[in-house]
Nanobody, 124 residues
Framework: QVQLVESGGGLVEAGGSLRLSCAAS????????MGWFRQAPGKEREYVAS????????AYADSVKGRFTISRDDAKNTVFLQMNSLKPGGTAVYYC?????????????????WGKGTLVTVSS
């Protein structure tokens, strides 16, 4: 079983930035595709971004393109999400996700492992 532990959430003003981290317990980390999902209060969980096992391929939801950047450090078994220009009403719990296949992480059905989430609160 792979454990994913998110960190870096907190309170930020609209327009500000925050960097989330997700540390994985598995030595197979570099073979996994990694991603981030989020769930706003009263809404369904939604895809945010993902990065393939090589790190060469990334993908983003349209709503975050140009503002968020996903990256990974395989030496530290960690994936990051740099979030800039956070929007009012952007409060959500952000979840780290892993896919053993190594690519094609774009929906909840692609996820093999979930973290417990970290709360990002955006104040207006």
């Amino acid at each position: 079983q792979v454990q994913l532990v998110e960190s870096g959430g907190g309170l930020v003003e609209a327009g500000g930035s925050l960097r989330l981290s997700c540390a994985a317990s598995s030595r197979s980390f570099k073979g996994y595709a990694m991603g981030w999902f989020r769930q706003a209060p009263g809404k369904e969980r939604e895809y945010v971004a993902s990065i393939a096992r090589t790190g060469l391929s990334t993908a983003y939801a349209d709503s975050v393109k140009g503002r968020f950047t996903i990256s990974r450090d395989d030496a530290k078994n960690t994936v990051f999400l740099q979030m800039n220009s956070l929007k009012p009403g952007g409060t959500a719990v952000y979840y780290c996700a892993a896919n053993r296949r190594g690519y094609g992480l774009g929906a909840e059905s692609d996820v093999d492992y979930w973290g417990k989430g970290t709360l990002v609160t955006v104040s207006s």
